[in-house]
């Protein structure tokens, strides 16, 4: 049951990472520091995590983010920026909840952790782009607050009962996938008359050689 935990944990946190990697590792070395949480004896490894430097530079990058994600376009190039990040630092804290594991589990859940974070960050992107061929640049703003919260409550959920935690993170990600397509069609059919307006004349009233 304790190995089943730590799974959890480290894929809970892969999973918020591929939404928020730098909020993720901020609010939880905050929560270490601080000892608004007390870490079990199996999740030791994590007491780095409270490292002021750490702490400090996930504050930072954060705080770029967190206006990035508020501006329409800006926010889709960040992700794009990020769909390497996200995952890398999804595994890496992942590996780390486990502390010093066998190297093929090391192997394992890294490639899990990855593959959760990297789902994650997909659904996050492509929901970002969904809204930016929206053209009022409120949604931005509202989705942006929720993800934060969603990732401030999924790390509380974390703590409190990994096993469902990381239950609701992948009935999340299936659901992900059944709108996948969906959520496809709508992005390629907004930026088709997107295009055919680009390509309309400025004025109708002159004609076109």
Do not use: C
Not at 41 to 51: A, D, F, H, T, V
Not at 80 to 98: D, E, K, M, N, S
Request: cysteine-free; charged content about 15%; proline content about 5%.
């Amino acid at each position: 049951m304790e190995k089943l935990d730590l799974l959890a944990v480290a894929l809970g946190l892969a999973t918020l990472a591929g939404v928020n990697l730098y909020l993720t590792v901020f609010a939880t070395g905050l929560a270490i520091h601080f000892h608004w949480i007390t870490l079990a004896p199996q999740y030791q490894s994590l007491e780095i995590l409270g490292n002021p430097w750490i702490i400090s530079i996930a504050g930072v990058l954060y705080l770029l983010e967190f206006f990035a994600d508020k501006i329409p376009w800006v926010d889709s190039i960040w992700d794009a920026v990020h769909t390497v990040i996200r995952p890398i630092g999804g595994a890496l804290l992942a590996i780390q909840v486990l502390g010093h594991p066998s190297p093929a589990l090391t192997v394992i859940v890294a490639l899990l952790a990855g593959g959760t974070s990297l789902v994650a960050h997909t659904a996050k992107a492509a929901t970002r782009l969904a809204s930016n061929t929206s053209p009022e640049p409120f949604s931005n703003i509202g989705l942006s607050l929720g993800e934060d919260a969603a990732v401030l409550g999924g790390l509380t959920l974390v703590h409190f009962a990994p096993l469902l935690a990381l239950i609701i993170f992948l009935i999340a990600i299936g659901v992900f996938f059944y709108f996948a397509r969906r959520l496809l069609r709508s992005i390629k059919g907004r930026i088709g008359v997107a295009r055919k307006k680009l390509d309309e004349p400025a004025d109708r009233n002159v004609s076109v050689q």
